[in-house]
Antibody, heavy 120, light 107 residues
């Protein structure tokens, strides 16, 4: 069974940093591109970014709103995905989901989400 | 960035109704579009990918169509479990962008 479990969320002050993790199981993690998607309270979904797989040099893509502040990485030996968030702003407050890009395209599996609150 | 505009933003319907939700892209995106369902407090769920391909395990009452700039998600006969918020997502280029969502409510 495919599972994605996020962790690392919490309360952080503006300007601070936080590192989210996503533990994957039940599939060959190293084969897949992986995404982060967020949802501010009461708002819609926002795509945050993507890491490609080793075959595609682990290259990354980001939304403009997080470019230069957030970094996506992965450790295939530990089946783990990460989101390093720096220079956090109040508008980064959201539930953060990790998601797998399926073979047929589309984000076919999602974690349960982890809440990040940026507030003083 | 490509803008995705969904309509309507909200919709009231009854069990058994046929419902259509539309997503329009600000430029052509071939068929690089997915549809997602989200229930309160839950992660989104993939329904349709590549505009018209039904994700494994998704009931056949869901269907998608369109290419270029105009896309539709159709639910042929609403079931109680279908009341949720629906989002489109373009994966034609980066940054990928979601529509603003369509909340489907019980009439």
């Amino acid at each position: 069974e495919v599972q994605l479990v996020e962790s690392g969320g919490g309360l952080v002050q503006p300007g601070g940093s936080l590192r989210l993790s996503c533990a994957a199981s039940g599939f060959i993690f190293s084969d897949h591109y992986m995404d982060w998607v967020r949802q501010a309270p009461g708002k819609g979904l926002e795509w945050v970014g993507r890491t490609r797989n080793k075959a595609n040099s682990y290259t990354t893509e980001y939304a403009a709103s997080v470019q230069g502040r957030f970094t996506i990485s992965r450790d295939d030996s530990k089946n783990s995905l990460f989101l390093q968030m720096n220079s956090l702003k109040t508008e980064d407050t959201a539930v953060y989901y990790c998601a797998r890009l399926g073979r047929g395209r589309g984000l076919d599996y999602w974690g349960q989400g982890t809440l990040v609150t940026v507030s003083s | 960035a490509i803008q995705m505009t969904q309509s309507p933003s909200s919709l009231s319907a009854s069990v058994g109704d046929r419902v259509t939700i539309t997503c329009r892209a600000s430029q052509g995106i071939r068929n690089d579009l997915g549809w997602y369902q989200q229930k309160p407090g839950k992660a989104p769920k993939l329904l349709i990918y590549a505009a018209s391909s039904l994700q494994s395990g998704v009931p056949s009452r869901f269907s998608g169509s369109g290419s270029g700039t105009d896309f539709t998600l159709t639910i042929s006969s609403l079931q109680p479990e279908d009341f949720a918020t629906y989002y489109c997502l373009q994966d034609y280029n980066y940054p990928q962008t979601f529509g603003q969502g369509t909340k489907l409510e019980i009439k």
